[in-house]
């Protein structure tokens, strides 16, 4: 129960007050070639800050600004450079960690913007100075995931809720009156189905205002051996190895059986 994502510094006067440039780079980010050349398939396309298998998410609805469609995104840079006044300086971008992997994912980002006419100034770093990074502002765009710490969406979307601003989990200082509004009175409610309505109101607020380019929702393989016993995959499994067990008949087996292929 994870979401990965670009997010804005909506604090910086550039890319927080110019929401065509957000969307641009939202439909200029090409997530079904990610997801195919960086996790082997291993991913579906997002279609909100809720991810799936929690309770609110919604396989049904239509995220606008997920999908490719780079002659959009090229009308939409030139809106937004229509509102800066002018051409678009390049945008600096933090990006967590220095190795092989992380460079290449961020030059892909990089060329993806490069597409629809918009320069990126990446900054690989060290996950301390990442933080501090966030916590002074001092990068327009910033790479960043989430997974879940509790089966509830309040777990995701408390990362857009004002008072969590920066220091605090909401790193893209999203601030919006009425999603404030509706995250203090779902917070109260303590049934679910109750919970539910107030949490798509509030995906919909931020899919509108778009703070992140959602990039992938991941899908994860487990492979077992028949021997092991009370195993049971699930999404929050932390503590559950005292409950397994091995057969050690079967194990023994298993390897007599490899031994005399």
């Known amino acids: 129960p994870a979401v990965f994502y670009y997010g804005f510094n909506m604090d910086d006067p550039l890319v927080g007050k110019n929401l065509p440039l957000r969307r641009a780079m939202s439909l200029g980010f ?10 082997n398939g291993r991913g579906r396309v997002p279609i909100g800050p809720i991810p799936p298998a929690f309770p609110g998410f919604r396989p049904e609805n239509v995220n606008p600004w997920t999908r490719y469609d780079l002659q959009k995104a090229r009308a939409l840079l030139a809106e937004a450079e229509k509102l800066h006044g002018g051409p ?19 030059e892909f980002f990089r060329v993806q913007m490069e597409r629809i006419g918009l320069k990126l100034e990446m900054d690989y770093m060290t996950w301390p100075r990442f933080q501090d990074a966030n916590r002074t502002g001092s990068h327009q765009i910033f790479a960043l995931g989430w997974q879940a710490d509790y089966p509830d969406a309040q777990n995701f979307l408390l990362l ?36 539910v309505p107030y949490y798509h109101r509030m995906e919909d607020i931020v899919i509108e205002q778009c703070p992140w380019i959602l990039t ?3 899908v994860n393989y487990v492979l077992v051996h028949s021997w092991l016993r009370n195993y049971k995959p699930h999404e929050f499994a932390e503590g559950t190895v005292k409950f397994q067990a091995v057969d050690e008949a079967e194990r023994l087996r298993y390897l007599e059986a490899l031994q005399n292929q």
């Open 160 to 195: 857009f809720y004002g008072p969590n601003r920066s220091p605090g989990p909401n790193s893209c200082n999203f601030s919006d009156p009425e999603f404030d509004r509706l995250y203090r009175e779902a917070s109260v409610l303590p049934a679910v189905a109750e919970r």
């Open 216 to 218: 992938i929702y991941r």
């Open 88 to 106: 678009l300086q390049a945008l600096k971008v933090a990006v967590p960690g220095t190795d092989t992997t992380i460079r290449q994912n961020g």
């Open 30 to 39: 090409d997530r079904e070639t990610y997801i195919e050349s960086f996790f």
